[in-house]
């Protein structure tokens, strides 16, 4: 099946860092969705897209649509260590009818105090 | 808030057995899924429904069948478990209707097959 490309597949950073991540497809998507997933537990929708070009934002966290529908990126600012975590991104493709999402293969973000 | 409960965290069973995983929501969605998680392979589906006794395959229905009986109870079936059924599995469910919306997750059952 398909999957989007996600990128990095993992950080290790500092404290007060800035993070950013993002997933490309070669197709159009028409929502793009991202999760976190903490260990021992299942994904959390953090921030969900609808529009291309949409910026949007939940704390530390923002996210956006791409213009050209094929990308997606997250960004998380001044990282604190409850951050760590798997990130995935995902979407619903331009040609789908049944709600089936496709997954990214995920970043895991490790935070050092 | 939409509560989707995965009937078991962890479990244990043995080649050949029939295992069933267990999901059920609370929030009368139609659309109800069925993921595996692996390392580096993020979720890949394995069945969804989006009705009572409806079923499609997704990427990898390979050695999996489901069961959707009631609209809140989406049944995971591994016929004759095998040690590559080992995982993580995940399900999930959304409204009907519209079709973009985003899918909500139990807290996955971790399976092993020895």
């Known amino acids: 099946g398909q999957q989007l490309n996600q990128s990095p597949q993992s950080m290790f950073i500092q404290e007060g860092e800035d993070v950013s991540m993002n997933c490309t497809s070669s197709?159009?998507?028409?929502?793009w969705l991202w999760y976190k997933q903490e260990p021992g537990e299942g994904p959390v929708l953090l921030i969900a897209?609808?529009?291309?070009?949409e910026l949007t934002s939940n704390g530390r966290l923002t996210a956006q649509f791409g213009i050209t529908r094929k990308d997606s990126f997250l960004n998380i600012s001044a990282s604190i260590p409850s951050d760590v975590g798997i990130y995935f991104c995902?979407?619903?493709?331009?040609?789908?009818?049944?709600?089936?999402?496709?997954f990214g293969q995920g970043t895991t973000l490790q935070v050092k105090p | 808030d939409v509560k989707v409960t995965q009937s078991s965290r962890y479990l244990v069973k043995r080649t050949g057995e029939k295992v069933f995983l267990e999901c059920v929501q609370d929030?009368?969605?139609?659309?109800m899924f069925w993921y595996r998680q692996d390392p580096g392979l993020g979720l890949r589906l394995i069945y969804f429904?989006?009705?009572?006794?409806?079923?499609e395959k997704g990427d990898i229905p390979e050695g999996y069948s489901v069961s959707r009986e009631k609209k809140e109870r989406f049944s995971l079936i591994l016929e004759s478990a095998s040690t590559n059924q080992t995982s993580m599995y995940l399900c999930?469910?959304?409204?009907?209707?519209?079709?973009?919306?985003?899918?909500?997750f139990g807290d996955g059952t971790r399976l092993s097959i020895l």
């Open positions: 999930a469910s959304t409204s009907g209707g519209n079709l973009n919306q985003p899918q909500h």
């Open positions: 429904s989006y009705d009572v006794k409806m079923k």
């Open positions: 197709s159009i998507f028409n929502t």
């Open positions: 929030m009368d969605h139609e659309n």
């Open positions: 995902a979407g619903h493709h331009g040609s789908s009818n049944t709600g089936k999402l496709i």
């Open positions: 897209l609808y529009k291309a070009g």
